[in-house]
């Protein structure tokens, strides 16, 4: 107890004695009405009573997001630590962050953001010359809210096309540019969305998109088949050519990327998150057809690189962990494929630079790379400077050097140069960040889920640590789509680290830390292994009193949202705080809205089978909400979140509001001018994360002293 007043006390000494006196009174929620819709499934009927907060363009809903936001800000702003927090955020934001540099023609180009700057601007020099800004983010908009969503250059460099993403939305414009002179060439395409763009020589670029809902909202409206077109430099939009997809060959997910020397157009087309066709075109010889390598969405395939006709493909094609396999572009069949790189007990990924393969494993997930000859001779294990997630070994062919970053949850994320030929890294850039890693630990256990299973989990803390159940404990999880959480550095965790508190992240079942089979035994009717394995970490913490339960809050992203919300309702007595983000929150409706029918291969739908419905219907955060006690809320989204709608949080925190039996608050947060997360200002950012800790803080009776 002693040890925990004591940092609690260093926590809040920088507040303003005036707002000592100020705390957060009883809260009265808006009334918010009970609409009467019900659904039936199989023979269930299904009341949703509030199904109207589905219509984002309705004065109604904006009224209710406009009275829920003030309740929120109104109860935060009581907080007296609340500005306190805000401010050490802010000075341990401001300080020089870059991104790896990258060499396009004869420039190096590399981000960088000062400290404070809402985003980072993209830089470029010369060999030895002094940087100069090439696209400054800042001065599209105001108030930061636009974003420069993604750049791809020309081979040669003379050329670049941008996207820019308005209020964080993931439908996207595109501006060509002539790099020399940054002068803009023709038209900016408009409603691009889940794009690459991948340029032919300096004659035009591919790229994807969705016909823009005409009927309903346009930020929820279905978004259903992609479409794959060619833009040729300096003609209108209404003149490019559909290369694949539409009528024809619908797929709900068309991405293309040329090969290197620009021989060959790859397409890759999916109807889910999960597992994808794959095709060729030689587009060195003109009217050359599209052909097949792949014709279904079984697994999950990729072409790396290419010597001539040869084709390195990444592919998880009767190996869960990935292998790596050559072919003959002429005769490309799985039949036909030769192991080059074989599958391991760890996951592989493999990019390419300077004529050479890197091999990049997840390891327990964290990182351990190898490089190889393109005749498949391992050559050495590149020597990382700890555990972690190492990133960024690409290159062009003709490179002799990249640039890597490194990080971990206690090493600021620091970027390399590595020599291809040597294999020498040296410190190219390391942050200024005020943390000294050396202060810290982070420890990986594994643990039993409730059916056995060993699950990994990374937890984080300061030197010399008391573990006696009262240290304020951040438990972060996702849990899905085959994606890995790999140790990174969080400037906003500094908060809780330096103060004495405890981060932990558990590598749940769903995600892609061991491969398609650890993916696949947490999706569909398998879905409550990943809440299992959530709850068997929070138990874990408390039973080896790094925490207790009324020092514990848990969070999730999107597909973390999810799990969030279903622990949320299905152990309620094991949590003090719960921050469920932009989360998937209504399992029934979720395929009706954006590309939510994608992730079906994840979740299952409520129409494909009464089983299905049931399961569904049973951990559906939305849906399993009853009266009880449930502990402290704060629900976040955004308004123009185009991915998950904010439709899910918004009914998930009526319902929540209406349900709580408790005294604990329930809040949203609704950030605007904001989508799914990608974009977000640095105000933005500094402000939310101000008011999460606060808010956690808050509700585990931490007080001045």
Same mark, same amino acid.
């Given at each position: 107890?002693?040890?925990?007043?004591?940092?609690?006390?260093?926590?809040?000494?920088?507040?303003?004695?005036?707002?000592?006196?100020?705390?957060?009174?009883?809260?009265?929620?808006?009334?918010?009405?009970?609409?009467?819709?019900?659904?039936?499934?199989?023979?269930?009927?299904? %009341?949703?009573?509030?199904?109207?907060?589905?219509?984002?363009?309705?004065?109604?809903?904006?009224?209710?997001?406009?009275?829920?936001?003030?309740?929120?800000?109104?109860?935060?702003?009581?907080?007296?630590?609340?500005?306190?927090?805000?401010?050490?955020?802010?000075?341990?934001?401001?300080?020089?962050?870059?991104?790896?540099?990258?060499?396009?023609?004869?420039?190096?180009?590399?981000?960088?953001?000062?400290?404070?700057?809402?985003?980072?601007?993209?830089?470029?020099?010369?060999?030895?010359?002094?940087?100069?800004?090439?696209?400054?983010?800042?001065?599209?908009?105001?108030?930061?809210?636009?974003?420069?969503?993604?750049?791809?250059?020309?081979?040669?460099?003379?050329?670049?096309?941008?996207?820019?993403?308005?209020?964080?939305?993931?439908?996207?414009?595109?501006?060509?540019?002539?790099?020399?002179?940054?002068?803009?060439?023709?038209?900016?395409?408009?409603?691009?969305?889940?794009?690459?763009?991948?340029?032919?020589?300096?004659?035009?670029?591919?790229?994807?998109?969705?016909?823009?809902?005409?009927?309903?909202?346009?930020?929820?409206?279905?978004?259903?088949?992609?479409?794959?077109?060619?833009?040729?430099?300096?003609?209108?939009?209404?003149?490019?050519?559909?290369?694949?997809?539409?009528?024809?060959?619908? &797929? &709900?997910?068309?991405?293309?990327?040329?090969?290197?020397?620009?021989?060959?157009?790859?397409?890759?087309?999916?109807?889910?998150?999960?597992?994808?066709?794959?095709?060729?075109?030689?587009?060195?010889?003109?009217?050359?057809?599209?052909?097949?390598?792949?014709?279904?969405?079984?697994?999950?395939?990729?072409?790396?690189?290419?010597?001539?006709?040869?084709?390195?493909?990444?592919?998880?094609?009767?190996?869960?962990?990935?292998?790596?396999?050559?072919?003959?572009?002429?005769?490309?069949? %799985?039949?036909?494929?030769?192991?080059?790189?074989?599958?391991?007990?760890?996951?592989?990924?493999?990019?390419?630079?300077?004529?050479?393969?890197?091999?990049?494993?997840?390891?327990?997930?964290?990182?351990?790379?190898?490089?190889?000859?393109?005749?498949?001779?391992?050559?050495?294990?590149?020597?990382?400077?700890?555990?972690?997630?190492?990133?960024?070994?690409?290159?062009?062919?003709?490179?002799?050097?990249?640039?890597?970053?490194?990080?971990?949850?206690?090493?600021?994320?620091?970027?390399?140069?590595?020599?291809?030929?040597?294999?020498?890294?040296?410190?190219?850039?390391?942050?200024?960040?005020?943390?000294?890693?050396?202060?810290?630990?982070?420890?990986?256990?594994?643990?039993? @889920?409730?059916?056995?299973?060993?699950?990994?989990?990374?937890?984080?803390?300061?030197?010399?640590?008391?573990?006696?159940?009262?240290?304020?404990?951040?438990?972060?999880?996702?849990?899905?789509?085959?994606?890995?959480?790999?140790?990174?550095?969080?400037?906003?965790?500094?908060?809780?680290?330096?103060?004495?508190?405890?981060?932990?992240? %558990?590598?749940? &079942?769903?995600?892609?830390?061991?491969?398609?089979?650890?993916?696949?035994?947490?999706?569909?009717?398998?879905?409550?292994?990943?809440?299992?394995?959530?709850?068997?970490?929070?138990?874990?913490?408390?039973?080896?009193?790094?925490?207790?339960?009324?020092?514990?809050?848990?969070?999730?992203?999107?597909?973390?949202?999810?799990?969030?919300?279903?622990?949320?309702?299905?152990?309620?007595?094991?949590?003090?705080?719960?921050?469920?983000?932009?989360?998937?929150?209504?399992?029934?409706?979720?395929?009706?809205?954006?590309?939510?029918?994608?992730?079906?291969?994840?979740?299952?739908?409520?129409?494909?089978?009464?089983?299905?419905?049931?399961?569904?219907?049973?951990? @559906?955060?939305?849906?399993?909400?009853?009266?009880?006690?449930?502990?402290?809320?704060?629900?976040?989204?955004?308004?123009?979140?185009?991915?998950?709608?904010?439709?899910?949080?918004?009914?998930?925190?009526?319902?929540?509001?209406?349900?709580?039996?408790?005294?604990?608050?329930?809040?949203? &947060?609704?950030?605007?001018?904001?989508?799914?997360?990608?974009?977000?200002?640095?105000?933005?950012?500094?402000?939310?994360?101000?008011?999460?800790?606060?808010?956690?803080?808050?509700?585990?009776?931490?007080?001045?002293?």
């Amino acid at each position: 107890m002693k040890t925990t007043y004591l940092w609690a006390a260093a926590l809040f000494c920088y507040g303003s004695s005036n707002a000592q006196s100020m705390k957060p009174t009883s809260i009265s929620y808006p009334q918010t009405k009970k609409g009467t819709v019900t659904d039936t499934y199989f023979g269930t009927e299904v %009341p949703d009573p509030y199904r109207w907060l589905e219509d984002d363009r309705a004065d109604d809903t904006k009224a209710w997001v406009q009275a829920e936001n003030k309740v929120t800000q109104d109860y935060l702003s009581k907080i007296s630590y609340r500005q306190a927090i805000y401010q050490r955020l802010e000075k341990l934001w401001n300080y020089e962050k870059f991104g790896a540099p990258f060499k396009r023609g004869e420039y190096l180009y590399f981000y960088k953001n000062n400290g404070l700057q809402n985003q980072a601007v993209l830089y470029r020099q010369k060999e030895n010359g002094q940087p100069e800004v090439f696209l400054d983010p800042n001065k599209f908009s105001a108030d930061g809210t636009t974003s420069l969503s993604g750049i791809s250059f020309t081979k040669d460099g003379s050329h670049a096309a941008y996207q820019l993403s308005e209020g964080g939305s993931d439908w996207t414009k595109v501006v060509i540019m002539r790099t020399a002179d940054k002068s803009i060439i023709g038209d900016t395409l408009k409603d691009v969305k889940f794009s690459g763009l991948a340029w032919k020589g300096t004659e035009g670029f591919y790229y994807s998109s969705y016909d823009k809902p005409k009927a309903g909202s346009q930020l929820s409206g279905l978004t259903q088949y992609h479409k794959l077109y060619y833009h040729k430099t300096g003609t209108p939009q209404t003149q490019d050519w559909l290369i694949f997809g539409g009528e024809q060959t619908p &797929r &709900r997910y068309i991405g293309a990327y040329l090969t290197e020397d620009e021989q060959y157009l790859v397409i890759s087309a999916a109807n889910s998150t999960t597992g994808n066709e794959l095709y060729l075109q030689d587009i060195s010889r003109p009217g050359s057809a599209i052909e097949t390598i792949v014709n279904n969405f079984d697994n999950e395939h990729q072409v790396v690189d290419n010597e001539g006709s040869r084709l390195f493909i990444h592919t998880n094609l009767y190996a869960p962990n990935y292998r790596l396999v050559t072919t003959e572009a002429s005769h490309p069949n %799985p039949a036909d494929w030769q192991v080059l790189i074989p599958q391991t007990k760890d996951v592989l990924t493999v990019s390419t630079g300077g004529g050479k393969l890197f091999a990049e494993y997840l390891k327990d997930a964290t990182s351990l790379v190898q490089q190889y000859s393109h005749s498949g001779k391992p050559e050495r294990t590149i020597t990382l400077p700890a555990v972690g997630t190492a990133g960024g070994f690409s290159a062009r062919r003709q490179d002799q050097e990249l640039y890597y970053t490194f990080t971990s949850y206690i090493y600021p994320t620091t970027i390399f140069k590595y020599d291809i030929t040597s294999g020498q890294s040296s410190l190219y850039k390391k942050p200024a960040v005020v943390f000294n890693p050396a202060d810290y630990e982070s420890k990986q256990v594994f643990y039993p @889920s409730k059916d056995g299973t060993k699950i990994p989990m990374i937890i984080t803390y300061k030197r010399g640590t008391i573990l006696n159940g009262h240290n304020p404990t951040l438990l972060y999880g996702y849990g899905g789509f085959s994606i890995s959480l790999t140790p990174a550095f969080s400037t906003s965790n500094i908060i809780l680290l330096e103060h004495g508190g405890i981060y932990a992240v %558990p590598n749940l &079942r769903g995600g892609g830390e061991y491969g398609e089979k650890w993916h696949r035994a947490g999706i569909k009717l398998k879905k409550q292994n990943v809440f299992d394995d959530f709850i068997a970490a929070a138990e874990y913490l408390i039973k080896n009193k790094y925490t207790s339960k009324d020092y514990l809050a848990v969070s999730g992203g999107s597909n973390g949202g999810l799990l969030v919300g279903a622990v949320l309702t299905q152990r309620p007595d094991l949590f003090k705080v719960a921050f469920p983000a932009v989360g998937v929150l209504d399992m029934l409706r979720y395929n009706q809205f954006t590309a939510g029918a994608g992730w079906a291969y994840d979740y299952g739908t409520a129409q494909e089978s009464a089983d299905m419905f049931n399961e569904l219907y049973r951990y @559906s955060p939305y849906h399993a909400l009853k009266p009880q006690t449930y502990p402290a809320t704060l629900v976040t989204t955004a308004d123009h979140d185009d991915r998950v709608v904010p439709a899910h949080s918004f009914k998930f925190a009526a319902r929540l509001q209406e349900m709580q039996q408790g005294t604990a608050p329930v809040l949203i &947060r609704i950030e605007t001018k904001a989508g799914h997360g990608a974009g977000k200002s640095t105000q933005q950012v500094i402000n939310e994360q101000a008011d999460k800790w606060a808010f956690m803080f808050y509700q585990m009776g931490l007080e001045w002293k």
